[in-house]
């Protein structure tokens, strides 16, 4: 492949289209088996063939994130200067695990990452300034077992006496006979990943309980409780995960009531989980909510949840860097030099669980370049805005719907109303609703089960997100409503007329796909299409590598 043809293969047109593709893939499990061969092909093939087999093989396996039809899970969203800077990185190929490998990929994510911290108004303790420090991991997932190996490693040096007079095995059974001990903590409402990092890395796991009534936060009391209920079973509580908009319902923690509780904890680490919600910190409203970390450990939020980088790009923020670095620090003769044993740079491989890493920051470098903070706190803040538009047409049918938690950055949290009044009528109900729309495939949703309630969640925070989405989206529950209660008398062609209007507030211009965006919902101010187009030069030149 030579440069003119990696130009002609580019998806340029992809985002462009996206709305005229089907939400969901339609295909059935093991689908592509049957389509491609079982073994690679012997001799290399054209790239019109590979090109051609994309869009009829791969392409239907396809769901398609950053539809303005995709109103699920959270976004995955991605933007031009994020693809270019994966671009970029995928020619100026490294393995940075160390310093020396690429100091450009080391020293710029230290910058990156305390770009981020500032823009989230994290305490000053989290920059690398300072005693703390950033770095990008691929998921949430894997920056809680980093840190949760952290919480770990920092206990057990504290409550294990004269741990460092012991050497070799007398020190490894020291440390395995108090493990067994351990356990760590989330709220019912945490997100998996924390069960999952304790289940890694061998310790237990308990759940602080949530209720209706605190909108699902943890609060403090109950914190303290649970704390009090594993210490009676014999149990050693060393990690807290805290969350900054719950996956089910976008619920916030109460930070202050944690950090109060926790005040004469010092053993116990805390760490922030705000993959998502965690973005809108960089909008001066919601920055109140940082005040109280710095009483906690750590914080982690995923840019490519909402913030126009892709997958994959979580930042991982500590307090105290050494904690972090002294639990996963291996140094192996292969991966000594002069530069870390000098001690004056950083080896991002004692971050984190890989050794290897790829140049992540460079496509955080673009989009904070490309977009300018004041462009990224209006696309939150966009998203917030049709966000509480959408949840002001569902109050507007109360005799079908009920709000079941406050509607929370871009997230509206429902459920069906019964006639009886009866949970598990609104459940079956709900239920049908959910299963009828995603069938249709016109818009995807998610549910969830939050306090034994069957709920469907509508979050409409990706780069096209518009207001006829989500009127078509809130039509399509309204029409599906109606039918599975039986009380709908209106022939569809005329449903429309009848339904409820985005409120004028948010007008079509305010939508993140009119005519004057440039693919991304942002001003062309920002990399377009069109730029995006017209970066072959690097092609040029890697283009005659010699094993291309």
């Not at 911290?117 to 303790?125: K, Q, T």
């Not at 500590?318 to 002294?326: A, E, G, H, P, T």
């Not at 620090?329 to 292969?334: D, G, N, R, T, V």
Request: hydrophobic share 40%.
């Amino acid at each position: 492949m030579d440069a003119q043809q990696f130009k002609k293969a580019l998806l340029t047109d992809y985002l462009d289209n996206i709305s005229s593709r089907p939400v969901q893939a339609e295909v059935q499990p093991g689908y592509l088996r049957n389509l491609l061969p079982a073994r690679a092909p012997q001799d290399g093939q054209s790239w019109d063939q590979i090109h051609g087999d994309l869009f009829s093989k791969i392409m239907p396996g396809m769901t398609h994130w950053n539809s303005p039809n995709f109103l699920a899970f959270f976004p995955a969203p991605t933007s031009y200067p994020s693809m270019l800077g994966e671009l970029y990185s995928a020619a100026l190929t490294t393995s940075a695990f160390n310093w020396d490998c690429a100091p450009a990929v080391t020293e710029l994510e230290t910058i990156m990452m305390d770009w981020v911290a500032r823009m989230l108004n994290l305490p000053e303790p989290y920059l690398s300034t300072s005693t703390g420090g950033g770095v990008i991991q691929g998921t949430t997932s894997e920056a809680v077992v980093a840190v949760m190996v952290a919480a770990r490693e920092r206990y057990l040096g504290q409550v294990i006496p004269n741990l460092d007079d012991l050497n070799g095995t007398d020190r490894e059974n020291a440390m395995a006979r108090r493990r067994a001990n351990l356990v760590a903590i989330g709220s019912e409402a945490s997100h998996s990943c924390t069960q999952k990092a304790a289940l890694i890395i061998g310790v237990r796991y308990r759940s602080v309980p949530v209720t209706i009534d605190d909108d699902f936060s943890m609060r403090g009391q109950r914190l303290q409780q649970t704390i009090a209920q594993c210490r009676e079973e014999g149990l050693e509580p060393f990690y807290v995960t805290a969350t900054l908009g719950t996956t089910s319902t976008c619920a916030l923690d109460r930070f202050e009531e944690i950090a109060e509780v926790l005040k004469d904890e010092a053993s116990i680490w805390v760490h922030v989980d705000a993959a998502y919600a965690g973005n809108a910190l960089v909008c001066e409203e919601y920055q109140y909510l940082t005040k109280p970390f710095g009483a906690f450990d750590s914080f982690s939020t995923a840019l490519s949840k909402w913030l126009l980088v892709n997958l994959d790009a979580c930042c991982l923020f500590v307090k105290k860097r050494d904690q972090l670095i002294d639990a996963l620090s291996i140094h192996p003769a292969y991966l000594r030099n002069t530069a870390s044993d000098s001690g004056t740079v950083i080896d991002y491989r004692n971050w984190q669980v890989p050794l290897s890493r790829r140049f992540r920051a460079l496509k955080v470098w673009f989009v904070m370049r490309s977009y300018g903070q004041k462009r990224l706190k209006e696309y939150i803040r966009n998203h917030i805005r049709l966000g509480q538009a959408f949840a002001k047409l569902i109050a507007s049918k109360p005799d079908l719907f009920e709000i079941m938690t406050p509607p929370a950055f871009a997230l509206t949290v429902i459920r069906v109303r019964s006639e009886s009044g009866h949970g598990e009528e609104a459940n079956r109900l709900t239920r049908a609703v959910y299963e009828s729309i995603n069938k249709a495939n016109e818009v995807m949703l998610t549910s969830t089960v939050i306090g034994g309630d069957f709920v469907i969640r509508v979050v409409g925070a990706n780069p096209n997100t518009n207001t006829a989405a989500l009127q078509r989206a809130f039509d399509l529950l309204v029409s599906a409503t109606e039918e599975c209660l039986g009380t709908d008398s209106t022939p569809t062609n005329e449903r429309r007329k009848h339904l409820g209007v985005l409120p004028t507030c948010i007008s079509e211009k305010d939508s993140m796909r009119s005519t004057a965006d440039d693919g991304v919902g942002l001003s062309r101010k920002s990399i377009g299409p069109q730029d995006f187009r017209a970066v072959v030069s690097l092609w040029n030149v890697v283009s005659k590598w010699h094993w291309l």
